[in-house]
């Protein structure tokens, strides 16, 4: 073989070489795009977030409904007090709360327990800045609430709500005055100030809740 046609032998060779390189470098770039493109474009459903039952209680002018209605971002021109019960969806980042709440008034308060039934968490709302009247009825139904077969493992939030008001207790008053120390040993409770105003601290409270009910179920697979 002349060396004309070796020199043209191993340039074919080249050439084949670097078709096939140059064909290799396309495709992992084609993967490489298509892979993006399904990181950017194609995620798939973001996985469901829990669901928790709760009920809601508190007097009558304690806040309930207002709070409710804050949290789900509705108009406050709308709110109208609870006579019976109402539920709302109450979504979080990580949660969805579906929050049964009860009215607070005297000829309601006697059938609340007929609603406990399938709770998960309880949310107990009570107005700091009350009378001293209503604040011992609140007391009483805390108590209540608290010592409930249905209710006394459950995680409790209780809120002490209107603390924009000038007659508002601070949380260390109304803590030693409902007693929570001795009477809750032992149980899953938060007790957090909250108002209107500050929607911040009512969201923190409610994620607390949130760790609690979330902690409750671990356990009870554990289990």
Same mark, same amino acid.
């Given at each position: 073989m002349s060396d004309l046609r070796i020199t043209e032998a191993f340039?074919?060779? !080249?050439?084949?070489?670097?078709? &096939?390189? @140059?064909? @290799?470098?396309?495709?992992v770039c084609r993967i490489g795009i298509y892979t993006c493109f399904r990181a950017l474009c194609c995620k798939g459903p973001p996985p469901a977030r829990p669901e928790y039952d709760l009920v809601c209680i508190g007097l009558t002018g304690s806040g309930k409904t207002s709070l409710l209605s804050k949290l789900?971002? &509705?108009? $406050? &021109? =709308?709110?109208?007090?609870?006579?019976?019960?109402? @539920?709302?969806?109450? $979504?979080?980042? =990580?949660a969805i709360l579906n929050v049964k709440e009860l009215g607070g008034a005297d000829n309601i308060r006697k059938y609340w327990s007929r609603y406990y039934q399938g709770s998960q968490g309880v949310i107990f709302v009570l107005d700091s800045a009350s009378s001293e009247d209503d604040l011992e009825t609140a007391r009483n139904e805390l108590h209540s609430a608290l010592q409930h077969p249905q209710l006394c493992t459950l995680p409790f939030l209780i809120l002490a709500n209107h603390q924009d008001k000038p007659a508002a207790r601070s949380v260390q008053e109304v803590k030693k005055y409902f007693e929570l120390e001795p009477l809750a040993r032992g149980k899953r409770w938060i007790l957090q100030p909250c108002?209107? !105003?500050n929607m911040d601290t009512l969201k923190d409270s409610f994620s607390q809740l949130i760790n609690l009910l979330e902690e409750k179920d671990q356990e009870a697979v554990r289990m």
């Open positions: 340039l074919y060779m !080249d050439y084949l070489r670097m078709s &096939e390189c @140059i064909q @290799i470098s396309f495709a789900c971002s &509705e108009s $406050p &021109e =709308n709110v109208v007090s609870t006579t019976g019960f109402s @539920i709302k969806a109450v $979504p979080f980042q =990580n108002s209107l !105003d």
